[in-house]
């Protein structure tokens, strides 16, 4: 055989090359499937609310865990405007009392009831009691943290009635494209977190307020890695169960910064 034919063998350079481009490649359809299980989470979250006509209010404030939408931001900018114009000299709508109330900020409560309704039930999930548990114990842990919470409910200043509904959105392509990748009912694509809250002092209620917090997903520096692990749980097709735990450690904290913001005047 002529040498002058032998093929010319790759260079370390080319291969490095190819070996980086076949990996862009497993980037961006990975990036691509990503994408296309979260809008069409997206969409199934839209018609299940279409169907049951949920009602929606928007939040005051968003923590640095959770990501909303933008609406919610233009929703804030407006409020803020008219609290602006208005001088915030009143008590807040959003907390409702019979009568006037002062509260200070240094009053102690007990958690008297805790109720938690679960929407979206899944064997692949926790069970209706463990997310009750974990919601109720970050609760009293968060109030205890801040310094708000009593050692007993006989020296509590305010008792808590709090009910929750707690609603898990589920990806659900109805046997569409995606199934072919990942199954249906697997995926945790986001919570809806609705509560209320009255509080209570000798038998009686002094004051009390509701949120309806929909959509939220993991967001911020926390949010990325609970984003990674349902990445893999889509590309293995095993689901991200796990995620769930991130939810029920957090959602009590926007309980915890309502009781706080109380105004005490």
């Not at 009686?204 to 893999?232: C, I």
């Amino acid at each position: 055989m002529d040498a002058s034919n032998t093929p010319e063998r790759p260079t370390v350079l080319a291969s490095i090359g190819r070996r980086l481009v076949a990996r862009g490649i497993d980037c961006a359809i990975a990036v691509l499937i990503f994408f296309i299980v979260k809008f069409s989470a997206a969409r199934a979250v839209k018609q299940l609310e279409n169907a049951f006509q949920l009602r929606k209010m928007p939040p005051l404030f968003k923590t640095r865990y959770f990501s909303g939408t933008n609406s919610y931001m233009r929703v804030f900018a407006v409020f803020l405007a008219a609290c602006l114009m208005a001088g915030c000299a009143s008590k807040p709508d959003y907390y409702i009392s019979p009568a006037p109330v002062t509260i200070p900020k240094t009053a102690t409560y007990w958690l008297d009831t805790f109720d938690v309704e679960v929407v979206g039930k899944n064997e692949r999930f926790l069970p209706d009691d463990k997310v009750r548990q974990q919601l109720g114990v970050d609760l009293v842990d968060r109030l205890l943290k801040a310094k708000r919470y009593a050692a007993s409910k006989d020296k509590a200043d305010y008792l808590l009635d709090v009910n929750v509904i707690y609603t898990r959105r589920i990806q659900d392509t109805q046997g569409g494209f995606m199934t072919a990748i990942v199954d249906d009912k697997t995926i945790l694509a986001s919570v809806d977190f609705n509560y209320q809250v009255k509080i209570k002092k000798a038998g009686a209620e002094v004051l009390h307020f509701s949120q309806a917090r929909q959509g939220l997903m993991p967001g911020g520096y926390k949010g990325d890695w609970q984003n990674m692990k349902t990445m893999a749980g889509v590309l293995t097709n095993s689901g991200n169960s796990s995620v769930e735990t991130f939810y029920t450690g957090l959602l009590s904290r926007f309980i915890v910064d309502d009781l706080r913001g109380i105004p005490s005047r």
